[in-house]
């Protein structure tokens, strides 16, 4: 672990850049890039699963336009999507239907959320995981795995070593600077030393277009 903690992680200046890059790339309204890489049928299957006890919570991190919370809530999740960019919430609430009663939009960073720890039955990351830098990925497993209940999922999308930006040629390094901010590019092998030791891995596959599709259900002896 780094030793750094949410303070230092928060005030970072790569975090500042990455930050301020998302925050202008929102300001227009126009599409992003990364919304149209986003499986929605991935995460729609995934989705069925439910806890039958009661009626499931789940959060989506780094939620922007509200891709993937509005597809939970749809599914009869009681969805929460934060982002730390106020921009893509308010984007989001504007397109909110009078239907999706059940989805509330927060502005709040993964590093310093809101909630009491064991709030939601599922958490989603789709391009939260694979800019943050790999020292500091124990702190970030810790600020997740705290807000999930016991036998909670995970379901995480992330950059594979296959992904290329448009017009990238073969890459030297397992990660890069990209227009202002940090991306990382993982292997299977990488990704389960990572998420093993916490979470049973119930399926990983990698898509043509480079991203890996993981879910995840929490270990009952973690912390």
Known sequence: M????????????LYVSQREYYSKTYQSGDPVPWEGAFDGAW???????????????ALEIGTGRGRGA??????????V?????????????IKKSEAEKNL?????????????DGSFDLLLDWGVFHHIRRADTKLFLACVTRLLKK??????GCFSTRYRHPGEKKRKRNWMRHRGHYDRFSTRK????IFSPLFIINSIAQ????????DMSLKSSTP
């Open 2 to 13: 780094s030793g750094r903690n949410v303070r230092d992680i928060t005030k970072d200046g």
């Open 43 to 57: 995460l729609k299957k995934a989705a069925r699963h439910k806890v039958k006890d009661h009626k499931p919570i």
């Open 70 to 79: 509005r597809i939970l809530a749809e599914g009869e999740y009681t969805t």
């Open 81 to 93: 999507g934060i982002d730390y960019v106020l921009n893509p919430l308010k984007q989001a609430s």
């Open 104 to 116: 509330f939009y927060i502005q709040a960073n993964v590093f310093n959320t809101p909630f009491v």
């Open 151 to 156: 036998d909670g999922r995970f379901l995480l």
């Open 190 to 193: 990488e990704l389960t030393k």
């Open 207 to 214: 898509t043509s277009e480079g991203f890996y599709l993981i």
